[in-house]
């Protein structure tokens, strides 16, 4: 519940400020910022069918209200915490141009706003990600965000969550 | 064999209510003096479409109306005519009576023959280019019929009387009597009596329309009675000059000569101009009883979005699972102080599977549905061509999505008829070629792969290339004679495309074509065609799965459940150790009944851990796809059920060896075996799967 109060204050805070809304959400250690607006919703991480001969870090399908909808496991592709799954495990739902992903990461923390001034170019090195696939650092006080480009990312070869156009 | 073709008639009269509310939006849209293409097409393919059904419901009289209506349209269309204001009225009105002939036979109200003869000479004379005369315009009811109409407010004289004009329609001279005695006593009445013996009142009095309806209501239905208020002694009171007709344009029934501002002179005019559309009032009486007796019937079915119905499903799906979870929850409580939470429970379940079987019903229906209206137009046409057709359809009981199977009806209709006129030759010609007299047509369904394919096929003349290509030159297509069949055949499905030498009542207006290819395209499916000159066509039409329901077989390897489509499923069982052999060392073959067949262990191919590693504790599933068998090893059945196919590559990628996905009862995700892929990669007999 309180996700939904936070991003509605949020929300009127971006009405001031032309700054974008990131959802912060953690990976083992580190803590990462994706677009309010490709989040499709939170749920907690149920019972998978796993796919045979897919990587590691595809855990499977779910049955979300009817779609299937495939499911990955962000700690084990970028190798961050330990994978455990229980009641506090979050999935978050994604809607990236109009395809379903579920996106498994150790906990959610909040909505924030960041001004492009807070957002820092991303430095060459010390991230597990691909500079390719980041916005920036987000600084906000004493955190910093890691503001993952998650279009690009879910769309990669990489995650092979799509079919390659060129096939 | 005898059909009840009457069972049709609802869905035909659905689509063609459809089409017509259709045409009449596009007709009510269309800029006269820029006519678009598209729409132009679309309103010829919505007449197209109703003389088709009509003609198999043998509805000759909407046939005629629409075989007409569509050729004029098809000279506009292809720009041999300029559409005028004219066309346009002439279309509505034809829409008119279209409907209002739809309403004769689907409710039995009365057609007003009159209106249909001047809604075809009309028609006739637009089509032979003959600029409405003075008549066909009468019969328009725009400028005739609209002429009563703007007559505003009621104009009072002097007394504070009104002057009404009350045509009444053909009624028995004494009810004409009655009505003129009971009036008199509200006023002063005239009697008029108009060209086709209706009589008209002219009543002069201080009672209000109302009244007068009621009064006339004992004698005839008021909504036969045109009352309109006569205005022309107002205008002589109010002292216009009689002789400035311009201060009322929307009349048009004053003459200059008629000035002496006496009122029955006046009105004479009047009667006269009513007089002079016989043919638009009569209409205009026919409609609405048709549409008092229309509202009177109601609707026996409702057309329902697609979206509609699949949210229910999924709003369903999620009950299930919800009923699931109560279930479980309870299932640890203890039954004796509980008892009556528990049955309440009980019945919860029962009522969540009725529901679920019901909504689930709505959608899935037989191919039959759609192969049974065949035969008999077949027939028919077969009948009218002077051809013998031998009609086969398979695969009847192939279920498929009731969305898509509405959808496939038309173009089928189209295909099939296509075969008849076009595919299959005239017996003494087919004897010529060393064939039988009697053609065969084949319809035939059945799920291949992930898709349902449906096949029209022919043992006829075949397409022929080099007219296609002829003709698709003369239209201006960009096409080279060193082109492949299969591009050369797909030319037929260019908008106006015909090869037929002459335009028949049946087919070779090259719409049909047009309309298969886009509502195939419309419903992510493909149109193939294979044709072999002197042998025959094969229209193959390929739709996705993803709507369709498969009755499936569950098994369990491991700890994980996967769907076998039942249609290729011969048998199971559990093979002796004996009949199961090594093949140099690359794979295993099992021994059923004296046949050999490659085993596919699907843990190895799955990576799953299995209960069992040997086959003869496990079970062996014979699956048979493209006449090549195998032998499925897994760790034990499960059950039988129908599932509805979800596509997994909408969220995801293609997987191999897997078709779909389905929910399950319990909301988990289950994936559908790709049976055709599995039994590819054991041609190899091999451990590692070639499909990955």
Redesign the interface.
């Known amino acids: 519940m309180s996700y939904t109060t936070q991003t509605q204050t949020s929300m009127e805070a971006a009405g001031e400020s032309a700054g974008n809304e990131f959802l912060a959400f953690t990976l083992g250690r580190e803590e990462y910022g994706i677009d309010i607006l490709r989040v499709q919703e939170i749920r907690g991480y149920e019972?998978?069918?796993?796919?045979?001969?897919?990587p590691d870090f595809i855990k499977?399908?779910?049955?979300l209200?009817?779609?299937?909808?495939?499911v990955v496991d962000m700690r084990i592709k970028f190798d961050l915490g330990t994978p455990t799954y229980d009641q506090f495990t979050v999935v978050i739902i994604l809607n990236i141009g109009g395809?379903?992903?579920g996106m498994v990461v150790d906990s959610v923390s909040d909505v924030t706003t960041l001004t492009p001034e807070q957002i820092r170019p991303a430095p060459e090195i010390g991230t597990t990600f691909d500079t390719d696939y980041l916005i920036g650092l987000g600084t906000l006080d004493e955190r910093m965000l890691i503001l993952v480009d998650i279009d690009k990312l879910m769309s990669s070869a990489e995650m092979?969550?799509?079919?390659k156009l060129a096939a | 064999m005898t059909i009840d073709m009457s069972q049709f008639y609802q869905v035909f009269f659905d689509e063609a209510d459809e089409l017509l509310a259709e045409m009449e939006k596009l007709l009510l849209a269309l800029d006269v003096s820029a006519p678009d293409s598209e729409d132009l097409n679309a309103i010829f393919r919505a007449a197209h479409s109703i003389k088709g059904g009509a003609a198999t419901f043998a509805f000759t009289d909407i046939t005629e109306v629409t075989h007409m209506l569509e050729s004029l349209l098809d000279r506009i269309r292809k720009g041999e005519m300029a559409l005028t204001p004219e066309h346009v009225d002439a279309f509505l009105v034809a829409k008119d009576v279209l409907t209002m002939q739809m309403d004769g036979h689907h409710h039995g109200s009365s057609v007003d023959q009159a209106a249909v003869d001047n809604v075809c000479q009309r028609l006739k004379a637009l089509s032979q280019g003959i600029v409405a005369d003075a008549p066909a315009a009468a019969a328009s009811p725009s400028p005739a019929a609209a002429a009563p109409e703007p007559v505003a407010a009621p104009v009072m004289d002097a007394d504070g009387n009104c002057r009404f004009r009350i045509e009444l329609p053909e009624v028995p001279q004494k009810d004409v009597d009655a009505l003129a005695a009971e009036l008199g006593l509200l006023g002063t009445i005239e009697q008029e009596t108009l060209d086709d013996k209706r009589a008209v009142f002219i009543l002069t009095t201080g009672e209000s329309q109302d009244n007068i309806v009621a009064i006339c209501s004992f004698v005839l239905d008021p909504d036969d009675l045109k009352i309109t208020y006569d205005a022309a002694p107002a205008a002589a009171s109010a002292g216009a000059a009689p002789s400035t007709p311009v201060e009322d344009p929307g009349y048009g029934i004053f003459e200059p000569e008629k000035g002496s501002a006496v009122a029955p002179q006046a009105s004479t005019p009047a009667a006269d101009a009513a007089a002079a559309v016989p043919a638009g009032e009569v209409k205009n009486y026919g409609r609405r009883a048709t549409d008092k007796e229309g509202a009177s019937q109601e609707s026996s079915s409702i057309r329902v979005s697609v979206e509609k119905v699949d949210q229910l499903i999924n709003l369903v799906g999620e009950l299930v699972i919800t009923q699931a979870m109560i279930e479980q929850r309870i299932a640890a409580l203890d039954p004796l102080h509980h008892e009556r939470l528990l049955n309440s429970a009980g019945q919860l379940a029962r009522n969540t599977r009725d529901l679920q079987e019901a909504v689930m019903s709505i959608r899935m229906m037989p191919m039959d549905y759609v192969f049974s209206r065949f035969p008999r137009m077949v027939r028919d046409l077969a009948a009218k061509l002077g051809k013998k057709v031998e009609f086969v359809t398979r695969g009847a009981a192939t279920e498929l999505d009731k969305g898509l199977i509405e959808r496939i009806v038309d173009p089928l209709t189209h295909l099939v008829r296509n075969s008849v006129d076009h595919g299959i030759e005239m017996p003494d010609r087919r004897k010529a070629n060393g064939k039988t007299e009697a053609g065969k047509l084949v319809l035939s369904a059945a799920h291949q792969g992930g898709n349902i394919v449906i096949e029209v096929s022919d043992d006829g003349g075949g397409l022929n290339r080099d007219r296609i290509l002829a003709k698709a030159k003369a239209q201006g297509l960009p096409v080279s004679d060193a082109m492949p069949d299969a591009d050369v055949w797909q030319l037929i499905f260019a908008p106006g495309f015909s090869t037929a030498e002459v335009v028949t009542d049946v087919s070779g207006r090259g719409v049909g074509m047009d309309v298969v290819k886009r509502n195939i395209t419309a419903m992510g499916g493909t149109v193939d065609i294979r044709s072999i000159p002197g042998t025959g066509t094969t229209i193959a039409i390929s739709l996705p799965l993803t709507l369709a329901i498969l009755d499936g077989m569950s098994v369990k390897v491991g700890e994980e459940i996967y769907i076998l489509p039942l249609g290729y499923v011969i048998e199971s069982l559990q093979p002796a150790a004996v009949d199961v052999k090594e093949v140099a060392g690359q794979g295993k073959v099992v021994k059923v009944r004296e046949e050999y067949l490659p085993l596919i262990p699907l843990y190895q191919i799955f990576a799953i851990d299995p209960r069992f590693e040997d086959p003869s504790q496990g079970i062996i599933v014979i699956l048979e796809s493209d006449g090549k068998k195998a032998a499925l090893l897994v760790d034990s059945l499960v059950g039988q059920q129908q599932v509805v196919v979800k596509n997994l590559e909408s969220n995801f990628r293609k997987v191999a060896g897997i078709s779909g996905a389905t929910i399950l009862g319990d909301g988990g995700v289950s994936l559908i075996l790709d049976v055709s892929a599995l039994l590819r990669s054991s041609r190899q007999l091999n451990a590692d799967p070639v499909f990955f």
């Open positions: 019972p998978v069918t796993r796919i045979a001969n897919a499977g399908v779910v049955n209200r009817g779609t299937i909808v495939p395809r379903v992903v092979g969550l799509i079919e």
